[in-house]
Nanobody, 123 residues
Framework: VQLQASGGGLVQPGGSLRLSCSVS????????IGWFHQAPGKEREGVAC????????YYADSVKGRFTISRDNRKNTVYLQMNSLEPEDTAVYYC?????????????????WGQGTLVTVSS
């Protein structure tokens, strides 16, 4: 399975972006998908995750109430809607897949990774 993240860019504090993770080579239905971010000099951290049924989702405390993860299995795409962006959200964002019905938070629990997309929050 291959993943491709897109939608990053430069946005002012308080602004919004929607990231997309397009999955190919397999059906999205089989995978839980996570979004991670990595700021310069920091470790990669889990931001959000959605299970195969879409019922179970996970959010890092730092993004709860601001970010929403969703999936469209017909389009083989997972989205991360990011609102009320803060300078601290600046990072490279990655999407990753694991062939399990439920989410995980550790990067090592994910088997397939896309290339990152850069999000910069700055005035």
């Amino acid at each position: 399975v291959q993943l491709q993240a897109s939608g990053g860019g430069l946005v002012q504090p308080g602004g919004s972006l929607r990231l997309s993770c397009s999955v190919s080579g397999s059906r999205l239905n089989y995978y839980s998908i996570g979004w991670f971010h990595q700021a310069p000099g920091k470790e990669r951290e889990g931001v959000a995750c959605i299970g195969t049924s879409s019922v179970k989702t996970y959010y890092a405390d730092s993004v709860k109430g601001r970010f929403t993860i969703s999936r469209d299995n017909r389009k083989n795409t997972v989205y991360l809607q990011m609102n009320s962006l803060e300078p601290e959200d600046t990072a490279v964002y990655y999407c990753a897949a694991r062939a399990r019905t439920v989410c995980a938070t550790a990067p090592t629990a994910f088997d397939h990774w896309g290339q990152g997309t850069l999000v910069t929050v700055s005035s």
